[in-house]
């Protein structure tokens, strides 16, 4: 047993895990070994209890319409827990669906209207002109490379949504498009941070494909729970897959 460990919450990891965005924690997983860091993984799903004090990092993956909706049901009866536990600087990613359920709505492909939990400000549409006033169900999908204004680091994924997402005002993106349609296919902006949340749509996965980033989200959460150690230092004295 190592003598530090980081509590993990795959939220609805069962439902929504497109693409294999349980690999974000496998990646996760990877670089913690490294740096003598166990990491206890728990499914929390349909039914369960989520208690924001028990989790220092947080995965909410990408699904379905149909599992996005079933989930978004869900999720009501834990957003008082998970808010808390973003209010709290909680590291939290989520991957499209989830990063979609975060925010106010979801327009489903069929034109169903399902609330998301509001606890943060961005909402999904699928109208998709500039006056979002047209429905177009056109899915947004390929090979997409986006670069983040503050640390300069470039992401590349995949992604493959039909909703399109609109940041709000205490939101930032996670990059702007290099090449490739991000949030929306028209303002440039691909995925979210707000505290410790990082929302993308990438699929891939995301920190397997960008160790830096997971790299980053290792830290954080790291930090947050012993804040004594430099964890910085140690993850940088070990290599960054990125490909
Ligand atoms: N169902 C959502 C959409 O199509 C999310 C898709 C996903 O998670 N890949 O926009």
């Given at each position: 047993m190592a003598d530090y460990t980081i509590a993990v919450a795959h939220l609805y990891g069962d439902l929504m895990n497109t693409y294999g965005d349980?690999?974000?924690?496998?990646?996760?997983t990877y670089?913690?070994?490294?740096?003598?860091?166990?990491?206890?993984?728990?499914?929390?799903?349909?039914?369960d209890d989520f208690d924001a004090d028990k989790y220092d990092f947080v995965l909410f993956g990408g699904g379905q319409d149909y599992e996005e909706?079933?989930?978004?049901?869900?999720?009501?009866d834990k957003a008082i827990q998970v808010k808390q536990y973003i209010e709290n600087d909680g590291p939290l990613l989520a991957v499209c669906g989830g990063f979609q359920l975060l925010g106010h709505?979801?327009?489903?492909?069929?034109?169903?209207?399902?609330?998301?939990?509001?606890?943060?400000?961005?909402?999904?549409?699928?109208?998709?002109?500039?006056?979002l006033t047209v429905r177009n169900n056109e899915r947004l999908t390929g090979n997409i490379v986006i670069k983040n204004n503050e640390?300069?680091?470039?992401?590349?994924?995949?992604?493959n949504h039909?909703?399109?997402?609109?940041?709000?005002e205490s939101e930032r993106a996670l990059g702007t498009i290099v090449s490739g349609n991000g949030n929306?296919?028209?303002?440039?902006?691909?995925?979210?941070?707000?505290?410790?949340?990082?929302g993308s749509y990438f699929h891939g996965p995301i920190f397997t494909r960008n160790g830096n980033l997971a790299k980053r989200v290792l830290t954080t959460a790291?930090?947050?729970?012993y804040p004594t150690i430099d964890w910085q230092s140690k993850l940088n004295a070990i290599p960054t897959e990125t490909f």
């Open positions: 349980y690999g974000n924690i496998i990646a996760l670089y913690a070994k490294q740096i003598d860091v166990d990491v206890d993984y728990q499914l929390v799903s349909l039914g909706t079933i989930v978004a049901h869900d999720l009501q709505y979801m327009m489903m492909a069929d034109g169903t209207k399902v609330d998301g939990i509001g606890v943060m400000d961005h909402y999904t549409t699928n109208m998709h002109d500039p006056k640390t300069g680091e470039e992401y590349h994924g995949f992604e039909q909703g399109r997402t609109f940041l709000g929306n296919g028209m303002d440039q902006t691909e995925g979210v941070i707000y505290r410790n949340v990082y790291l930090t947050r729970k």
